[in-house]
């Protein structure tokens, strides 16, 4: 069973960079997609970024295009999230998960009900 263990979380100010790690463990999958989540207390939980498997194709929510990149390294079984110029707004529990197969449209990357493995999540707080 895939396990996922989210770090790199922490308390920053506005214009602050973070990166954070996500650590893949027990059996991987060929073609599977990867993704970013962030949820905030009372809101829906909403996509950040995705990637796929070979780390060759990444889509990006509109909020972030341009801040954050997703990245994964392979020999190490792990997908970063580097988050430049931060904002009180993206204050949230961040959340990677994995999906068994690959996916392409942004219609179906960014729904969390086509992903099957989830982390416990990491804070992100930004300041003012």
């Known amino acids: 069973q895939v396990q996922l263990v989210e770090s790199g979380g922490g308390l920053v100010q506005a214009g602050d960079s973070l990166r954070l790690s996500c650590a893949a463990s027990?059996?991987?999958?060929?073609?599977?997609?990867v993704g970013w989540f962030r949820q905030a207390p009372g809101k829906e939980r909403n996509f950040v970024a995705h990637?796929?498997?070979?780390?060759?194709?990444?889509y990006y929510a509109d909020s972030v295009k341009g801040r954050f990149t997703i990245s994964r390294d392979n020999a190490k079984n792990t997908v970063d999230l580097q988050m430049n110029s931060l904002k009180p707004e993206d204050t949230a529990v961040y959340t990677c998960?994995?999906?068994?197969?690959?996916?392409?449209?942004?219609?179906?990357?960014?729904?969390?009900?086509?992903?099957?493995?989830w982390g416990q999540g990491t804070q992100v707080t930004v300041s003012s």
């Open positions: 998960a994995a999906a068994r197969g690959y996916l392409i449209y942004s219609e179906t990357l960014t729904n969390p009900m086509n992903y099957d493995y």
């Open positions: 027990g059996r991987t999958f060929s073609n599977g997609a």
């Open positions: 990637i796929n498997r070979s780390g060759g194709g990444t």
